[in-house]
């Protein structure tokens, strides 16, 4: 069973505009990540927020954690076309296991 | 550095053969793992190994062996390829084992199963 469920599935913005993707998760954790993949590629590390955190920024990237409703919130600001990608987020169980969402699908029009 | 390289990036089998996936880091990482990806699942866990010599299962390790016999490699072998093992595998990294560490992705495997 998977451990985050991204929300929505996909999302379409402008240029410019912010684009908001959500991730809930099941059981208590150490950490989330988020992470990146274009098209036909592997994933890239965006961030990570430590269960202790309730929120992070990296550039136009802003992450909040609510571990008492156990989801997680990805920011992106003034979107540009090379944004568009999937978004994904993992949660690590335990020490070694790492659970990873279904994804948000992001397209940003130029 | 090359970070995490995957060969071969496509592959056809046929239901029943065999066929090792090869996964290599060049970042002295002690954590390598195996995802596979399929459509609408996410990644799922296959199998993954903290250090040389010591490797465990994840979410979905059936139909899967590994082995880590050097810190660079990690392969992956597929014993008798069902349909059902379409998909594309990912091999990943992370300098130590452990839930704070970020992951390095390969560029993946896509496999398909006749």
């Known amino acids: 069973s998977q451990q985050g469920e991204e929300d929505p599935q996909a999302l379409s913005i402008q240029e410019g505009e912010n684009a908001t993707m959500n991730c809930s998760y099941k059981?208590?954790?150490?950490?989330l990540q988020w992470y990146r993949q274009n098209s036909g590629r592997g994933l890239v590390h965006l961030i990570l927020?430590?269960?202790?955190?309730r929120e992070k920024h990296s550039g136009r990237l802003r992450v909040t954690l609510d571990t008492s409703k156990k989801s997680s919130s990805l920011l992106i600001t003034a979107s540009r076309a090379a944004d568009t990608a999937s978004y994904f987020c993992a949660t690590a169980r335990g020490g070694n296991q790492f659970y990873f969402g279904t994804g948000t699908s992001l397209t940003v029009i130029p | 550095n090359a970070g995490v390289t995957q060969t071969p990036k496509f592959q056809v089998l046929k239901t029943g053969q065999s066929m090792t996936l090869q996964c290599a880091q060049d970042?002295?990482?002690?954590?390598m793992s195996w995802y596979r990806q399929d459509p609408g699942m996410g990644l799922r866990l296959i199998h993954y190994s903290v250090g040389a010599g010591i490797t465990d299962q994840g979410e979905v390790p059936n139909g899967y062996n590994v082995s880590r016999s050097t810190t660079e490699d990690f392969p992956l072998r597929l014993l008798s390829a069902a349909p059902s093992q379409t998909s594309v595998y990912f091999c990943a990294s992370s300098i130590l084992a452990g839930a704070y560490n970020e992951q390095f992705f390969g560029p993946g495997t896509r496999l398909t199963v006749l």
């Open positions: 059981t208590s954790i150490n950490n």
């Open positions: 970042m002295n990482h002690e954590y």
């Open positions: 927020i430590r269960s202790n955190e």
